[in-house]
């Protein structure tokens, strides 16, 4: 009952245009907390609870926050919903919006970390040293490079389709990033010869939001990039900062024996 709720809930704001991305991840989250205690409505103290198990102040307070916008939603149809305090971990938290810029031996080490993902022998390590490489080189957004498909991959460069704003845009590609590409799509086909989307999971899936944000933040604590879990530090948006320069080395298929390095600034 909670879980239908909150997909009621999440379908109304993007109906209304709104991505609401990062608040749908955290609801279900709610949610499937909620239904492991078999409670069909909105329960103070759980929220209280799933809130503080973040690892941070502010990712407990944006918890908190986001579902208290639920439950006020969901009390006004049915009482049995309660209000948890909005204020359990303190006021609105500073959000400092400073952007990491990654240097070159940063990046080198963060796609050898890539090229090393087990399973070794598996699409893995290609995907993630390809992904990151182009994220760096073109600026492109981790939701844009995500919702790639294979047709989008053009002789003039990618097609960014309805990207922020609802716009889309032409990317274009140095002539080595394109090979590089083109050397992934070769070793891709092993893995998922049938798969629509250009980067794929160690499953030849759809490669998801959170599962790469998640390797991300295993990649850099790996190589001393971030700390541990709850600490600040370089996210994978600020990758995207680091595009002053197109040329994307020739990849290896095989990751194991070679990483997709990124070196000069120009052709």
């Known amino acids: 009952m909670l879980r239908d709720a909150v997909n009621r809930y999440i379908e109304l704001y993007q109906s ?40 941070s102040i502010r990712q407990r307070h944006d918890r908190l926050r986001t579902v208290y916008r639920l439950a ?8 049995r ?27 080198e080490r963060l796609l050898r970390a890539a090229s090393e ?17 182009l994220i760096a080189c073109t600026g492109l957004r981790i939701s844009e490079a995500l919702k790639l498909e294979l047709s989008d991959l ?26 590089s590409l083109q050397q992934y799509l070769a070793a891709r086909c092993r893995f998922a010869p049938t798969a629509s989307t250009l ?13 790469v944000i998640t390797t991300f933040l295993v990649l850099a604590r ?11 530090g370089c996210r994978l948006h600020d990758l995207r900062h680091r595009a002053d320069f197109p040329v994307m080395p020739t990849f290896a298929a095989d990751a194991a024996q070679a990483a997709l390095w990124i070196y000069g600034h120009s052709a």
Request: hydrophobic share 35%.
């Open 16 to 55: 209304m245009g709104f991505k609401y991305r990062v608040q749908s991840y955290a609801l279900r989250s709610f949610a499937d907390f909620a239904e492991r205690r078999s409670e069909a409505f909105v329960r103070a103290d759980s929220v209280v609870e799933w809130a503080a198990s973040a690892p």
């Open 72 to 79: 006020c939603a969901l009390n006004a149809e049915d009482q």
């Open 81 to 107: 919903h309660e209000m948890p305090p909005a204020a359990v971990f303190g006021g609105e938290p500073r959000r400092p919006r400073s952007c990491h810029i990654f240097t070159q031996d940063e990046i």
């Open 117 to 133: 993902l087990a399973p070794r022998e598996s699409i893995r390590p290609v995907t993630y040293t390809t992904l990151l490489s």
């Open 154 to 179: 053009t002789e003039d460069g990618l097609l960014i389709r309805a990207t922020k704003f609802q716009k889309s845009r032409l990317v274009p590609l140095h002539d080595s990033a394109n090979h």
């Open 199 to 211: 980067f794929v999971s160690r499953n030849g899936g759809k490669l998801t939001y959170p599962t």
């Open 222 to 232: 790996s190589t001393g990039l971030r700390g541990g879990p709850g600490q600040t």
